[in-house]
Structures are given as C-alpha cells and as structure tokens.
C-alpha cells in the first residue's frame, strides 16, 4: 500500500497543470522568440458561433510590445520550414492585444476544424533586438464552441463533445450491474475454489474501471461548466486505469504463461499452477513492468484527461507493439494446446479463454487502426469510447467462464491437470 501511494504521488506531482480549454498563463517574449510563436493550446470548433475570449492584466505592456494572438488552422503543411515572418504571415486570423479584453468571433465553417492559438509580439521575429527586462502578460483565455441553441457556451471541443453523457452512462451500467451481481460474486468469493484468485483480480481490475469512469465523469462535469475540469480528478482516473490495466496484464499473463509453457512437461500426478515456473513469472513480470512504464510515459505525456490517447506519442506507438507482439504469443501457445486437447468440453472452455484475452490485448490497437478512417473530431472518442466498451465485455466473457459451474466446474472435474488455478497439492491452497 505504501508503494502505491507513493507511485499516487509521484504521478501526481509529475503531471503537467494546464488542462481545459480555459487556459490561464503567461505569454513570455522569451518563449515566442525561441519557438517563434509561443504555443499556446489547441481547440476543435464546429459549425457557426465559436467564441474565443481573451483576458490580460496589464493591457497597457501588451500593447507597447505589440502583441497579438495568432489563430492558425493548419501547422503541419511546410510550417516548420518557413522563416519567423512567413510563418506568422500565415496566420488566418491575428488579434492585437491591446485592450483588457479581446472577444474575437470565429469564422462559420463546414466541418470540424482545430484552431491552434500563439503568441507573438515585436521581439518574435527581431533577434538583434534584446529584450527587455519587463513583466510578463498574464491571461486568461477562454474557447467556447455554441451549444444546442447557438449561443457560444460550450467549453468542450468537437473531439471531446458526448465524453461526459457517455461517462454518465457507463457509471449508471457500473451501478446497476453492481445492484445485481455483488451478492453472489460475494458469495463466491467467500466460498473459495479453484477460481478465487482469478475472480479477486477480475473484481480489482472491474472496481478500479469504474472508479476510473467516475473520476472522469466528475473532471468532465466541472469542465463543462469552466472549461479548466479538475486536474487532480483527471490524473487520478488515469492512474486507476494504468493499475486496471497491470493487473489484469498480469493475470493474464500468469494464466497463459503458467497453463501453455508449463502444459507439456507436467506429469498426470500434478497439477498445473498459476505461474508455477520461474521462467513464466520471469516473463510476466517482465511484460507487466514494460506495460506499467509504458503507460504512465504515455500519461505523463499527455495533458488531456479524457480516456485513452490516440496513441500519437512513442510511448503509444510502443504500447500497440506490445500488445499486438504479447496477443500473437499468447494466442499461438493457447491454439497449439486447444489443438492437441481431446476433451470437447475443456477445448469450448480454453476457446472461450482465449477469446477474453485477445480481446483485452487486441482491441486498443484495432481500434486505433481503424479510427484513421474516421474523421479527426471523432477518432479520440471512437479508441476511447470503443476500448472500454470492448474490455467490460473482455471481463464479462471472464467472468461468466470462472463463475460457470456448468462449464468450469465440471471441466475442472474431467481433469486435474488442465485448468489454471486448481486446488489440488502444489498449488494456492490458502486461496
């Protein structure tokens, strides 16, 4: 417990404090010199009506620099290679910021469009010029796309837009499943048996999700409403998600690893154990470990809460490598001892296993596939909204085969020596 907590604050203190889209900061001559323009943040509107509004605290220095805010909706087309005047030329719209407040209408358009806003000012582009030692412009900026009635109110960016209803909605499934299934998941669990340890893990895994789906839905109800959300909220749900994710990696894991690599050289007389060779603990441990890496390099990252990231960074590159290479390994061992079993009973139950786990290990990086043939505003929501739905149902399709009497029970009865978790000597007895 320590150590979680410890990890809890270490990736806390690590994760960047601009989030949202009303962003408060400084606009530093400094910084828009060296990145010749300074970056500011990025915004998805739609349709008609958006709204940009621009606060400063001292509108008279802002105005002696002769700084402006500048709109552009496309830095990827040979941006990097023009010099500090063409780039800043190219600008779609450019705002002097000469007043306290600044309200600049944005242009009507047809489809979804990202807008990025920089900073510039006299001593961007004049490196002979030293600058001055002066105070910096503090600001606020607020990005608002219209909602259902046109008016410019809505803080979420069209890339972001249904995240909070869909949150909602997961969260009242979580409730309701809950009302059902918690007394004889209970019950089963107190019973003990040759599925205790897998269910508690599945259960953490599971708890965990939905802690992370209301954190979410709680950072998304504030943004909403200031367009800032609440950072903590945001970073706490993705850790949560980052643990869901190691632990049922390595359940996983241990159960192929332990059932596939230990399967031909055990004898009738024993049984096969979770994990039972140093080489199968070796190897999960080790993909749980690069996992766990992966994913908090990946968070810190980012500096957006709102699920899973369309995998744009290395770490996330990394992430689908491993995932597909552990799908492939995993899937050849489980098919080679499908193939060989003889039992009908025991195959369905190893075909059923097998399904829950590639698609727990497959479906973020199919999704991320084919989220390309979408349009831009909708690919986070589709890897988002698509993996969570995909692994619930990966834990379902668990779930169902471990609680099964009808299926486990009596495969388990066939044969002692097939299953993962058994109860006979050698294996997890205290379970």
Request: some cysteine; glycine content about 8%.
């Amino acid at each position: 417990m320590y150590r979680l907590w410890a990890v809890l604050t270490a990736f806390l203190i690590c994760t960047p404090v601009v989030f949202g889209k009303t962003v408060i900061g400084v606009f530093k001559s400094e910084a828009a010199r060296e990145q010749i323009g300074q970056y500011i943040t990025k915004f998805m509107y739609h349709g008609g009506g958006g709204r940009l509004l621009c606060r400063l605290e001292n509108a008279p220095l802002a105005l002696e620099k002769e700084a402006h805010l500048l709109l552009f909706q496309d830095l990827e087309d040979g941006f990097d290679n023009l010099s500090c005047l063409e780039r800043l030329s190219r600008a779609q719209l450019s705002i002097p910021l000469s007043q306290e407040e600044h309200n600049q209408s944005i242009p009507p358009q047809a489809s979804p469009q990202a807008w990025h806003a920089l900073y510039s000012d006299r001593y961007t582009c004049r490196h002979q010029d030293a600058i001055p030692a002066q105070e910096d412009l503090h600001f606020l900026l607020m990005l608002l796309n219209p909602d259902g009635a046109g008016n410019p109110l809505e803080h979420f960016s069209s890339e972001e837009a249904g995240l909070h209803s869909f949150y909602f909605l997961l969260i009242l499934a979580y409730f309701l499943a809950s009302c059902i299934y918690v007394q004889p998941l209970w019950h089963a669990l107190r019973k003990g048996g040759p599925m205790h340890t897998v269910l508690k893990v599945l259960s953490v895994a599971l708890a965990l999700q939905g802690f992370s789906a209301l954190c979410n839905y709680v950072h998304l109800a504030r943004y909403c409403r200031d367009g800032l959300g609440m950072p903590l909220m945001g970073s706490l749900a993705e850790l949560c998600e980052v643990v869901s994710q190691v632990s049922m990696l390595y359940m996983l894991l241990s159960l192929c690893l332990g059932w596939t690599l230990g399967r031909g050289r055990k004898t009738q007389s024993r049984p096969l154990q979770w994990s039972s060779s140093p080489f199968s603990t070796a190897l999960a441990l080790g993909g749980v470990a690069t996992q766990g890496a992966l994913l908090l390099w990946e968070q810190l990252e980012e500096t957006e809460h709102h699920g899973f990231h369309g995998q744009r960074s290395v770490a996330g590159l990394l992430l689908i490598a491993l995932r597909v290479g552990l799908a492939l390994l995993l899937g050849s061992g489980l098919y080679q001892a499908t193939y060989s079993e003889r039992s009908t009973l025991k195959r369905d139950f190893y075909v059923t296993f097998a399904k829950g786990c590639l698609l727990w290990f497959l479906c973020q990086p199919v999704l991320v596939l084919l989220s390309g043939l979408v349009n831009l505003h909708q690919r986070q929501k589709v890897v988002t909204i698509g993996v969570i739905l995909c692994q619930s149902i990966s834990v379902v399709i668990l779930y169902q085969l471990f609680l099964s009497r009808s299926l486990y029970w009596e495969v388990s009865s066939l044969s002692s020596v097939s299953l993962p978790l058994t109860m006979s000597r050698g294996g997890w007895g205290g379970h």
